[in-house]
C-alpha cells in the first residue's frame, strides 16, 4: 500500500517521526527536479512530474540529525494532539508560556534562550510580547530547546511541575534560522508571471520554491493571490 502521512509535507519536519534514520526529500531520484506530493497531477508514490515510481532508487542519502528528529517527534505530537481536539494554540497562551521559561529556566535571559532554540533574541523579544506570531518551526525549536511538550507550551498556561529540573547545555544544537527578507514587489511580478503560464501553479508550490510562507504572501498580496487562483481556474 502506498500512503503519503500528513506530517511529512510539513515544511519544518526534514525527518520521519517513525523511522528517525530516513530524511525526508523533495527532488525526484529520477528526473531531479523538485516535485511537490500534493500536486494535483500527483499519484501516490510516484513523481508528479516524470511518473517515476519514487521508491526505485533509495539509497544511502545524508544522515537525519538529532534537532531533525526531536523537531518531526514533536510535530507528530502537536498534529496528533489537535485531531484528537486535545490542543487548541492560543497566542497569549503561549506569550505568556515563553516569558515564564525565560524567567524560570534561563534567568530572565533572553539571549540564552534564544541561542539554545536558534532563533534571534530579537524575534524571541518579539515574539514574547506578543508583537509577532510564531511560525511553526519557531514553535517547535522552542519545543526542543525547553524540553517542554509542544502542545502544552502552546495550548495551556505552565506550571513549575510542567519544567526540566535543569537545563544546561543542550544535547541538541539548532542552526541559527536564516532571516527571510520579503521584496514584495518582486514577489507580485513573480505571481503574476506563474498566473500567466499554461499550467499556473498553486500558491503554496510557488512559494514553497522560492522559500516563502503562503499564509504572510496571501495576506499581503491579495490581488496578485485572487489573479493567480482565478487563473488556475480556467
Known amino acids: 500500500v502506498v500512503y503519503s502521512r500528513l506530517i511529512w509535507h510539513l515544511s519544518p519536519v526534514q525527518a520521519c517521526p517513525f523511522h528517525n534514520d530516513i530524511r525526508l526529500v523533495d527532488v525526484c531520484p529520477h528526473c531531479k527536479r523538485q516535485f511537490f506530493p500534493l500536486a494535483p497531477s500527483a499519484l501516490p508514490g510516484r513523481c508528479p512530474r516524470c511518473a517515476q515510481l519514487l521508491g526505485d532508487a533509495i539509497g544511502s542519502g545524508p544522515q537525519t540529525t538529532e534537532a531533525e528528529v526531536a523537531v518531526s517527534v514533536e510535530a507528530q505530537r502537536l498534529l496528533d494532539a489537535t485531531l484528537r481536539g486535545g490542543c487548541c494554540p492560543n497566542q497569549v497562551t503561549f506569550c505568556a508560556n515563553l516569558r515564564f521559561l525565560r524567567d524560570r529556566l534561563y534567568s530572565g535571559l533572553p539571549s540564552l534562550l534564544a541561542k539554545h532554540a536558534g532563533i534571534s533574541a530579537s524575534s524571541l523579544y518579539a515574539l514574547a510580547i506578543g508583537r509577532s506570531k510564531p511560525g511553526l518551526a519557531t514553535v517547535l525549536r522552542l519545543s526542543v530547546a525547553t524540553q517542554v511538550p509542544v502542545e502544552k507550551l502552546v495550548s495551556v ?3 513549575a511541575s510542567d519544567l526540566p529540573t535543569k537545563i544546561e547545555r543542550p544535547s541538541i544544537v539548532f542552526q541559527p534560522a536564516r532571516c527571510q ?7 507580485g511580478e513573480m505571481i503574476i508571471r506563474a498566473a500567466k503560464a499554461k ?19 496571501a495576506s499581503k498580496l491579495p490581488l496578485e493571490t485572487a489573479a493567480l487562483n482565478k487563473q488556475r481556474q480556467v
Do not use: F, M
Open 181 to 187: 527578507v520579503y521584496q514584495w514587489e518582486e514577489i
Open 199 to 217: 499550467r499556473p501553479p498553486s500558491l503554496n508550490n510557488l512559494c514553497k520554491t522560492a522559500g516563502l510562507d503562503p499564509g504572510l504572501v
Open 157 to 159: 498556561a505552565l506550571q
